[in-house]
């Protein structure tokens, strides 16, 4: 049984908020013909732009992942630390909603991009998130480059 490719064309890329459309732009770039870049598709030193609001996600097995990087810039603003962190072992309110975004990109198989509020000790935070998922084989997704980015 051969399974249909998702397509993601230049349109997708038009849809995404300016200030992901860069790094989407490359993730676009490094795929080839592929469904997904893997993670060796990416240098650290190309990433840089990114850097302080980049995520990396491991997929695990169980249903679980796994923080490979926590975003710094994310970490000052909550005061937390999560790298090396299972999602299931760190406190988080919004667990489902997490488990959910992550869930949806991997059945997916394609980036999407979300933008949420959350309430942070008083101070309301509206972010807007790129999940761009990789895959070593191309196409079986295994983490997750995630980039946050703070609009207020």
């Not at 997916?108 to 101070?123: F, I, K, L, V, W």
Request: glycine share 8%; aromatic share 12%; charged share 30%.
């Amino acid at each position: 049984m051969t399974v249909a490719k998702p397509s993601i064309e230049r349109t997708w890329l038009d849809r995404v908020s300016a200030v992901h459309e860069p790094l989407a732009a490359l993730w676009q770039s490094r795929r080839g013909g592929r469904t997904m870049p893997a993670r060796r598709d990416f240098d650290t030193v190309e990433l840089r732009p990114w850097i302080g609001g980049l995520h990396l996600v491991e997929v695990l097995p169980g249903g679980d992942y796994r923080w490979r990087v926590y975003a710094g810039k994310v970490g000052e603003v909550y005061g937390r630390e999560w790298t090396g962190k299972k999602f299931s072992e760190v406190p988080h309110r919004n667990r489902s909603l997490l488990f959910g975004w992550f869930d949806d990109c991997l059945a997916a198989r394609c980036p999407m991009e979300h933008t949420s509020r959350y309430d942070n000790e008083g101070r309301h935070i509206h972010w807007t998130r790129l999940f761009l998922p990789l895959a070593d084989d191309g196409e079986v997704v295994d983490r997750v480059f995630v980039h946050s980015h703070k609009l207020n």
